[in-house]
């Protein structure tokens, strides 16, 4: 059996994804998405940029064999080398046992390090040692990264029989943070060792679906599917893995199980104001049905701003260029009836600026419309692009003060039949479609991307007419949320979350 250090890194984001990717039928992976392949691709260049004033040496590339590669890498080690970029370090057979402390045939460690770098200290090679370090496009330095080089640290103390005294995580911006390995190592061994064993007895980890986590996976769909088939607990908004275990102990597995418990069923060990939530959200999901929140109590909150004029405003955005890119605003005028839409897009990087200040001028037009968007973003780029390009703060404050964060609204006032709360979810729940079905906010990034380096104007088009949807989704969704609360208004009956009899059936 062979374990990777990126074998490793998946099994601490996700056990079901490394026991896939070992035992799992091919067929029903996914291909990998052109966002992902577009974030591979930037850290090649962040690599590449890191080393291009640095000496080091290289092994062969693949397709030459990894244990070719590690004799390679060893050398260098031994000849004192002072960096190693893309070296090898394998540890195989009763040393790879000991070292994790399992028994299992044929068993290979092997850690891919970015680089290793020489440092003063005493092992077998000399008067100095070797730390790895891994050039990763996060952040900040999450757990599987410091599981991965922790595990890659283990198997360098092993081949060089002295403990790296620390790691290193080279982030973007080339902010560098230090991986303790005191605490590190022991966790990554005990990690490996869970790893190697449940790949080994074939024990298929339980499906949870976890949007952030698994949008990129290419096991995302067959594992969805599972899950749907089950009415799997993860599909529902707000239970994270944690509270899916408690309400496991509790006997609840499944979406009807949880809508329709009596009170002492429920899990003690949640808090009476996340379980009735939780349980909410199952009732509206098995009933298909909106629900009112239950801490309303009989009364409504006041409605939403409206105008003659409305104004519904959305935002494309390149993370890694720290960039918005396109502005968009439909303009709803509802004493004719009627509705426009307007974008200001920067072909470039640079008109960024140009874009921020035609928007501001637009919508100095309609002092009075309110500014309708779908979540914090469009508040938090308002304040960047303002801080960015010097804009007075007297025009921004009046600017924020007509913004109304629809997303805020919704989850404070209503549950709702969906499996996320994002914009597409609840738009598509109430029949709207984006005229690309493949568009989503990461594909824009990739249009965008290839619209710089192509020219190709049909890609400006297209993030165009993705953004405008993303706009009349908005509408569509206010106009219902309107609609929805003036009817409660008028008989207000608060949901509630004892068990009751749905009007549906399970299979419906």
């Known amino acids: 059996m062979l ?8 099994y601490k984001r996700c056990n079901r994804r490394a026991y896939l990717d070992l035992h799992g039928d091919p067929d029903r992976r996914e291909p990998i998405s052109e966002f992902l392949l577009k974030l591979r691709r930037e850290n090649r260049q962040q690599i590449a940029a890191f080393l291009s004033d640095r000496p080091h040496a290289r092994p062969a590339p693949p397709p ?5 590669r590690a004799d390679q890498t060893e050398r260098f080690m031994a000849r004192g080398v002072e960096s190693i970029a893309d070296g090898v370090v394998m540890v195989c057979g009763d040393r790879a046992r000991t070292l994790l402390g399992v028994e299992l045939p044929d068993l290979a460690l092997v850690g891919l390090p970015t680089l ?30 410091k599981t991965a080089i922790a595990f890659q640290a283990l198997l ?7 403990n790296p005294p620390h790691a290193k995580l080279i982030l973007r911006d080339r902010g560098i943070h230090t991986v303790d390995l005191d605490s590190g190592i022991p966790r990554a061994r005990d990690a490996a060792a869970h790893c190697v064993q449940m790949l080994h007895d074939r024990q298929e980890p339980d ?63 949640l808090e009476d104001g996340i379980i009735a939530q939780l349980q909410q ?118 600017l924020l ?8 609204q ?3 006032t209503v549950t709702l039949p969906v499996e996320s709360y994002s914009l597409k979810a609840l738009a598509q729940w109430l029949g709207f479609r984006w005229r690309d079905a493949d568009a989503s906010g990461e594909q824009s990034v990739c249009w965008y991307d290839r619209w710089l380096t192509t020219g190709d104007r049909r890609l400006l088009e297209a993030i165009r007419r993705y953004n405008e949807d993303d706009c009349r989704a908005t509408h569509r969704l206010k106009t219902w949320l309107d609609e929805f609360l003036a009817a409660s208004d008028r008989s207000v009956e608060p949901a509630t979350t004892a068990p009751l009899t749905p009007h549906i059936s399970k299979s419906s």
Do not use: M
């Open 281 to 398: 959200q199952a009732l509206a999901v098995w009933q298909q049905r909106p629900l009112l929140r239950p801490h309303l109590n009989g009364s409504l909150p006041g409605g939403l701003p409206e105008g003659d004029i409305e104004l519904y405003f959305d935002i494309e955005a390149e993370p890694e260029r720290n960039l918005d890119y396109l502005l968009g605003v439909l303009v709803v005028d509802r004493r004719r009836n009627s509705d426009r839409f307007v974008v200001f897009i920067a072909e470039r990087p640079e008109d960024e600026g140009r874009i921020w200040n035609e928007f501001l001028a637009f919508v100095a037009r309609y002092p009075d419309a309110p500014i309708f968007h779908y979540s914090q973003y469009e508040i938090d780029a308002i304040l960047r692009l303002a801080e960015l390009y010097a804009t007075p703060r007297d025009r921004v404050e009046l």
């Open 207 to 269: 499906v949870f679906i976890s949007r952030q986590r698994c949008s990129l996976c290419h096991w995302y769909g067959h594992c969805y599917g599972t899950a749907s088939e089950r009415q799997h607990l993860s599909l529902l908004p707000g239970v994270t893995p944690a509270r899916y275990l408690q309400l496991q102990a509790a006997g609840l597995t499944d979406v009807e199980a949880l809508a329709t418990a009596a009170p002492e069923q429920l899990s003690p060990a």
């Open 156 to 162: 360098l103390a092993d081949l060089q029989e002295a």
């Open 410 to 412: 919704v989850v404070s």
């Open 401 to 408: 003060a007509r913004c109304a964060d629809l997303h805020h």
């Open 64 to 68: 030459t064999p990894q244990s070719v």
């Open 116 to 145: 290793l770098l020489k440092q003063p200290g005493r092992s077998r090679f000399g008067d100095w040692l070797y730390v790895p370090a891994n050039i990763k496009l996060g952040r900040r330095p999450k757990p599987e990264y």
């Open 3 to 10: 374990l990777t250090d990126s074998l490793l890194l998946h």
